[in-house]
T-cell receptor, first 115, second 119 residues
Framework: AQKITQTQPGMFVQEKEAVTLDCTYD???????LFWYKQPSSGEMIFLIYQGSYDQQNATEGRYSLNFQKARKSANLVISASQLGDSAMYFC????????????FGSGTKLNVKP | GAVVSQHPSWVICKSGTSVKIECRSLDFQATTMFWYRQFPKQSLMLMAT?????????EQGVEKDKFLINHASLTLSTLTVTSAHPEDSSFYIC???????????????FGPGTRLTVT
């Protein structure tokens, strides 16, 4: 089974609007971490936000927030007030406490912000 | 901050030759570094985990004799693609692990990647 599933290969959003990128995960480890990364066309992986499995509140970092629904095993990324510079690939990733060395990445979502 | 560099950022080599890619943690020590491979429009696939002073741990399906990894110091890991072939052309990304926060937060910082083209 896929550890991380991103079902949206591509998304469009109008500039200044909010957009939600979906991510579901599969793990039996009670302790894990969820990450979102942005990869612009340059290729660099840019860390956006982190959510720990025991965190009580949803993580937020500026315009990024993570909608963490533990029972549904989903960790959607919400980008508010989209900007043209947000156009990029976005990857959801997970790391389990049982093996901190291994990052499981989703297939990614290509976000295009329209002016 | 935590900066990871890679060198070169892109390289073209002829089939049959070897090419070395360096990954450096610039402002922190990294006992563990990771090497990923990314094909166009695909996700990152972990190739191997590199620990300073010991042999790398390769993921299933990755040829350790083809992709030689050396983690010689706490700030440097190298990936050597030996006898490269066109199918080895890919984007190679390294990351370094920095211990941060509580026991559940082990952050990985990614390098900018190296684009390898084998002709």
């Amino acid at each position: 089974a896929q550890k991380i599933t991103q079902t949206q290969p591509g998304m469009f959003v109008q500039e200044k609007e909010a957009v939600t990128l979906d991510c579901t995960y599969d793990t039996s480890d009670p302790s894990y971490g969820l990450f979102w990364y942005k990869q612009p066309s340059s290729g660099e992986m840019i860390f956006l936000i982190y959510q720990g499995s025991y965190d009580q509140q949803n993580a937020t970092e500026g315009r990024y927030s993570l909608n963490f629904q533990k029972a549904r095993k989903s960790a959607n990324l919400v980008i508010s007030a989209s900007q043209l510079g947000d156009s990029a690939m976005y990857f959801c990733a997970m790391r389990e406490a049982g093996d901190f060395n291994k990052f499981y990445f989703g297939s990614g979502t290509k976000l295009n912000v329209k002016p | 901050g935590a900066v990871v560099s890679q060198h070169p950022s892109w390289v073209i080599c002829k089939s049959g030759t070897s090419v070395k890619i360096e990954c450096r943690s610039l402002d922190f020590q990294a006992t563990t570094m990771f090497w990923y491979r990314q094909f166009p429009k695909q996700s990152l696939m972990l190739m191997a985990t590199s620990n300073e002073g010991s042999k790398a741990t390769y993921e299933q399906g990755v040829e350790k004799d083809k992709f030689l990894i050396n983690h010689a110091s706490l700030t440097l890991s190298t990936l050597t693609v030996t006898s490269a072939h066109p199918e080895d052309s890919s984007f190679y990304i390294c990351s370094a692990r920095k211990l941060a926060g509580g026991p559940q937060v082990y952050e990985q910082y990614f390098g900018p990647g190296t684009r390898l083209t084998v002709t």
